[in-house]
């Protein structure tokens, strides 16, 4: 499968954007840290407001834009500073699911003819497609792993002769991937909260959060670059 070269240049770009966001939210807290607590103290208490329709309103927000291509690692950051790490995360992983379902639903029964042509166009989706077709949930559990947009992969899987069930389960492989995005928004809200008030959160706390998303951007790597040896390696199979 030829996409070896693009997935590692995706994973390099994640990880220095991670490392990037480290360093703007250090350059932030210098900036005028007590302004920008004051602003995310008064998103907080907004979101509050809301009560069970704040999420609910994400969730539906997340659910359209992700089905027109739009970048869910954005929506995932978001998601991590609006309502922290675990209910951000609950939300994404719902939207998420419930997205590749859809896009899987509408390409297979309504669409499959002009999907099929979008992929003749594209090497590195008919190398998928074939795949998919030989392998069956391992890969696309595999693929699910990969930094590849979840939309454009369930698009192509509908084209295949995958069952449902199988495309289903295999969609928990996106759950590494959503973590760290969600992981990655609750921890920049944490660290300029932190910088704009040192005495209401702990040293050890604001330290432990930043090396978590260190780990959590390595192990992504990690878990990418298994995936991507085990894809090659389906694909070199007689």
């Known amino acids: ?10 994973i390099w770009r994640n990880l220095s954007a991670g490392i990037l966001l480290l360093v703007v939210i250090i350059a932030l807290g210098v900036y005028d840290s007590a302004q920008l607590h004051s602003y995310l103290v008064g998103i907080e208490n907004w979101i509050a407001g809301l009560g069970f329709w704040g999420p609910v309103a994400f969730l539906g927000l997340f659910i359209i834009l992700t089905f027109v291509f739009f970048p869910d690692s954005v929506l995932g950051a978001t998601a991590g500073a609006l309502f922290g790490l675990w209910l951000g995360f609950a939300v994404v ?3 998420a ?8 639903g509408i390409s297979r029964h309504y669409f499959q003819q002009r999907v099929q042509q979008a992929i003749d166009k594209r090497p590195k989706l008919v190398a998928i497609q074939r795949a998919a077709n030989r392998k069956g949930f391992r ?20 084209t295949t002769g995958t069952r449902f069930g199988v495309f289903l389960v295999a969609c928990l492989g996106l ?48 878990v990418t670059r298994v995936a991507q040896a085990a894809i090659v390696e389906a694909e070199t199979e007689p």
């Open 1 to 10: 499968m030829n996409v070896c070269a693009e997935e590692n240049s995706m």
């Open 93 to 95: 992983l719902f939207g």
């Open 97 to 104: 699911i419930v997205v590749q379902c859809l896009v899987f």
């Open 139 to 158: 890969l696309q559990f595999l693929l699910r792993l990969m930094p590849l947009n979840p939309v454009m992969v369930s698009h192509v899987l509908a």
């Open 175 to 222: 759950i590494p991937g959503l973590f760290v995005q969600v992981y990655t928004g609750y921890a920049a809200k944490h660290m300029i909260k932190a910088a704009g008030a040192p005495g209401e959160h702990a040293t050890i706390h604001t330290m432990l959060v930043a090396g978590g998303l260190v780990v959590c951007l390595l192990l992504m790597v990690v």
